[in-house]
C-alpha cells in the first residue's frame, strides 16, 4: 500500500512523530508498504522544506505559510491536505485527531474521491486530559475536545495505545470492530546496558514528574531511607514544569548531598543528570532498580509510556504502580515489580525487597530487556496497523 502518515507537528520536540510513527512506519516500509510522513514544523521551524529518507521512509516537512493572522493555521492545513491528495495513497494515517492532523483530516472528509482516513490517538486530549495540563487558552480547549470527539467518531478506522484509549474511543461512537489497540512499540536504539559496579544501592528515577505527586514521591524516597540509608537517586530527565527543583529542593532541606556532574562524588546522595540524549545507556548502567511512579489519573491511564518502555528495554528491573498500561509492560515478578496505586508503604516494600536481591535484580533485568524487544516490537505491531488500514479501506 502507499501511505501517508499526516503529523499534528514536526519530530521536535515532542515526541509522537519520533517515538511512534516513524518506527511504525519503518516497520510497514520493512514489510513492502510505500510510506510518506508529512510533518508540519511549526514548533522547529528550521526543518520546513526538509525532506529525507529514513530506512525507506520518506519523511517530508512542509514549508510554513506567512504568520498572517488568521490564516497560518487554515493554510498550513490545507498545505497538508493538498500534498497528501498529490500522493495519491491508499489510505493516510493522522497521528492524533487534534491540531493540524485533526484539521487536515476534517479537510480530508470534505473532498470527494478522498483516501480513507485512519486515525491514531496516544493520549486524552479533552476534559480530564492534556486540555486541563497545559495552559491552552478556553478557545483552544473547546477546539481541541471537539475535534478529539468528531476525529474518534468520523475516522474509518482508530488505532488507540492504551486499553483506557480504546474504551474512549468508543464512548466517542467508534463502533469496537474498527478500534484496535496498537501500544507504543520498543524505540530505544541501543543495546541492553552493562552494569557498572558502584558501592550504593542506585535507584534510577527517568522522568518528566508530571506523571506523579512529588511529595508522595519524597514520602517513599526517605522511608527507604530510614531502613537502607546507603541507598542512593540518580535521576535522568526534566520536569515539565520544572518540578526537579522542588526535588533538588527538597533533598537539600534533607540535608542529602546533591551532585550535577558526572562520575559524581562518592558521597553523592541524589545525582541529577537532566535531560541527556545518546547518553543515557551510561546513566542508566548504574542502576541497580529504576522507579516508575504513576498517579491513577485519565491522563495516566491513558498513556503508554515510551520512558517504561526504554527502561525494561535497557534491562534495568522496575518498579511501577498498577495504573493503566503499566501491568502490561512490567511482568510482576519477573521484569519488575508492581505496587498498588498511591500505596506508600507497598512501594517501599517493593523497593527494599529489590535492592536486597542484587543478584535477582539483575537476572529480571536480563529478562525484562528480552521480553518487551520482543512483546513490544515495532515489527509485530506493524501488522496491527495494516489490518485497521485493510479495514479502513474496506468499509468505504
Not at 520518506?58 to 497528501?84: D, I, K, S
Not at 498529490?86 to 492524533?96: C, I, M, N, Q, W
Not at 482508530?158 to 470492530?177: F, I, K
Request: with cysteine.
Amino acid at each position: 500500500m502507499k501511505i501517508v502518515m499526516v503529523g499534528p507537528f514536526g519530530l521536535r520536540p515532542r515526541g509522537t512523530m519520533s517515538v511512534r510513527a516513524l518506527p511504525l512506519a519503518k516497520a510497514l516500509a520493512a514489510r513492502g508498504h510505500a510510506v510518506t510522513l508529512l510533518l508540519p514544523p511549526w514548533q522547529n521551524p528550521e526543518d520546513a522544506g526538509r525532506v529525507w529518507e529514513e530506512e525507506d521512509v520518506r519523511v517530508e516537512n512542509l514549508m510554513l505559510p506567512a504568520r498572517a493572522p488568521g490564516w497560518f493555521h487554515l493554510r498550513l492545513a490545507q498545505a497538508l491536505v493538498r500534498r497528501t491528495v498529490a500522493l495519491a495513497p491508499d489510505v493516510v494515517h493522522a497521528f492524533k485527531p487534534k491540531a493540524y492532523a485533526g484539521l487536515a483530516h476534517w479537510l480530508l472528509a470534505h473532498r470527494r474521491h478522498a483516501p480513507p482516513v485512519v486515525v491514531d490517538t496516544d493520549d486524552w486530549e479533552g476534559p480530564g486530559g492534556w486540555n486541563d495540563l497545559l495552559p491552552y487558552s478556553p478557545v483552544q480547549k473547546r477546539v481541541f475536545a471537539w475535534q478529539e470527539r468528531w476525529g474518534l467518531h468520523r475516522a474509518r478506522a482508530v488505532t488507540v495505545a492504551s486499553d483506557a484509549l480504546l474504551t474512549l474511543a468508543w464512548a466517542q461512537g467508534s463502533s469496537p470492530e474498527r478500534v484496535l489497540y496498537v501500544p507504543n512499540g520498543v524505540a530505544w536504539p541501543f543495546p541492553p546496558v552493562t552494569p557498572v559496579p558502584h558501592a550504593r544501592p542506585t535507584l534510577l528515577l527517568y522522568t518528566r514528574f508530571f506523571e506523579f505527586d512529588l511529595d508522595r514521591f519524597w514520602r517513599v524516597l526517605q522511608q527507604v531511607r530510614a531502613v537502607r540509608p546507603a541507598i542512593r537517586l540518580w535521576v535522568v530527565g526534566q520536569g515539565l514544569f520544572g518540578e526537579e527543583e522542588r526535588l533538588l529542593a527538597l533533598a537539600r532541606d534533607a540535608g542529602w548531598h546533591l551532585a550535577c556532574e558526572t562520575p559524581p562524588e562518592d558521597e553523592a546522595d541524589l545525582v541529577y543528570a537532566g535531560w541527556i540524549g545518546d547518553e543515557r545507556p551510561v546513566h542508566f548502567a548504574q542502576a541497580d532498580v529504576a522507579l516508575y511512579p504513576f498517579d491513577d489519573t485519565l491522563v495516566n491511564r491513558t498513556k503508554c509510556p515510551v520512558k517504561l518502555l526504554d527502561l525494561l528495554a535497557a534491562g534495568i528491573p522496575v518498579i511501577g504502580e498498577r495504573v493503566g498500561e503499566i501491568p502490561r509492560m512490567i511482568v510482576a515478578g519477573a521484569t519488575g515489580a508492581l505496587a498498588p496505586p498511591g500505596n506508600v508503604s507497598a512501594f517501599v516494600e517493593a523497593i527494599v525487597g529489590m535492592i536486597d536481591a542484587p543478584e535477582r535484580c539483575r537476572e529480571m533485568g536480563r529478562q525484562a530487556a528480552r521480553d518487551v524487544r520482543e512483546r513490544f516490537s515495532w515489527a509485530r505491531l506493524a501488522e496491527i496497523a495494516e489490518a485497521a488500514y485493510h479495514y479502513a479501506r474496506d468499509a468505504g
